[in-house]
Antibody, heavy 122, light 110 residues
Framework: EVQLVESGGGLVQPGRSLRLSCTGS????????MSWVRQAPGKGLEWVGF??????????EYAASVKGRVTISRDDSKSIAYLQMNSLKTEDTGIYYC?????????????WGKGTTVTVSS | QSVLTQPPSASGTPGQRVTISCSGS????????VYWYQQLPGTAPKLLMY???QRPSGVPDRFSGSKSGTSASLAISGLRADDEADYYC???????????FGGGTKLIVL
C-alpha cells in the first residue's frame, strides 16, 4: 500500500524553527517528486513547495509566500522528505500535508499523507 | 485570492447532479492539466480526478471532469449524502513553477 506519513509537528514559538518529516512506503520513493501543502484552520489548501526526484536533479521550487524561510530536502536512502521552516510566524499555523507527485512524465499529485499539525504561538 | 476561482459553496439533493466550476485564464487552465481533490470533513484531501478527466481507480463513475478553454468543471451525478465535502481544483503551472489551488467549494447535500 502506498503511504505517506508526516511527523514533527507541534507547538512552537514565533521566530523559532521546525523540521517536518514525511516518510514514504509502498512505492519507489526515489522515482517521485514530493510536495508539501498546508491548510490554515478553516481555510483552503496552499502549496508550500516541492522537490523533484533525484534523477531530475532533486531541485526545489517554493511558493512566494514562504520562499527564503523554508527548505525542502530528501533522503532517498530513508525514503524521507523534509520541510525545514525557519522564522516561523503565527500565520504558518495549520496542517501540513506531504504529497507524492511526478512519478512519471506528468505532474500528478496523487497521494497525500494524513498531515501533521503545526501551531505557532507564544 | 487564488488565480483559480471556485464558487464557495454548492448544494443539491440526493440523486441530483451538481457541477462545480473552476475558472482560470489562458496561462493556467488552458495550458495545463486540471486536478480535483475531495476533502471529507476532518480528513486529508484525496485525488478525485487527474489530467482533466481521468478517474483514479476506486473513484466511482458518478464523478466526471471536463475542461474547456479557461474553465474546468467537476460533475457529480446521483448525489449522495457522503459526497458532502470540500472540493478543490488545482494545476501545476509550468511557467510559474508552482502548484496553484482553487479556493475550494463546500458541497452541501440537502
Amino acid at each position: 500500500e502506498v503511504q505517506l506519513v508526516e511527523s514533527g509537528g507541534g507547538l512552537v514559538q514565533p521566530g523559532r524553527s521546525l523540521r517536518l518529516s514525511c516518510t514514504g512506503s509502498g512505492f519507489s520513493f526515489r522515482d517521485c517528486g514530493m510536495s508539501w501543502v498546508r491548510q490554515a484552520p478553516g481555510k483552503g489548501l496552499e502549496w508550500v513547495g516541492f522537490i523533484r526526484r533525484t534523477t531530475y536533479g532533486g531541485t526545489t521550487e517554493y511558493a512566494a509566500s514562504v520562499k527564503g524561510r523554508v527548505t525542502i530536502s530528501r533522503d532517498d536512502s530513508k525514503s524521507i522528505a523534509y520541510l525545514q521552516m525557519n522564522s516561523l510566524k503565527t500565520e504558518d499555523t495549520g496542517i501540513y500535508y506531504c504529497t507524492r507527485e511526478q512519478c512519471d512524465d506528468f505532474p500528478d499529485m496523487d497521494v497525500w499523507g494524513k498531515g501533521t499539525t503545526v501551531t505557532v504561538s507564544s | 485570492q487564488s488565480v483559480l476561482t471556485q464558487p464557495p459553496s454548492a448544494s443539491g439533493t440526493p440523486g441530483q447532479r451538481v457541477t462545480i466550476s473552476c475558472s482560470g485564464s489562458s496561462s493556467n487552465i488552458a495550458s495545463n492539466f486540471v486536478y480535483w481533490y475531495q476533502q471529507l470533513p476532518g480528513t486529508a484531501p484525496k485525488l478525485l480526478m487527474y489530467r482533466n478527466n481521468q478517474r483514479p481507480s476506486g473513484v466511482p463513475d458518478r464523478f466526471s471532469g471536463s475542461k474547456s478553454g479557461t474553465s474546468a468543471s467537476l460533475a457529480i451525478s446521483g448525489l449522495r449524502a457522503d459526497d458532502e465535502a470540500d472540493y478543490y481544483c488545482a494545476l501545476w503551472d509550468g511557467s510559474l513553477r508552482a502548484w496553484v489551488f482553487g479556493g475550494g467549494t463546500k458541497l452541501i447535500v440537502l
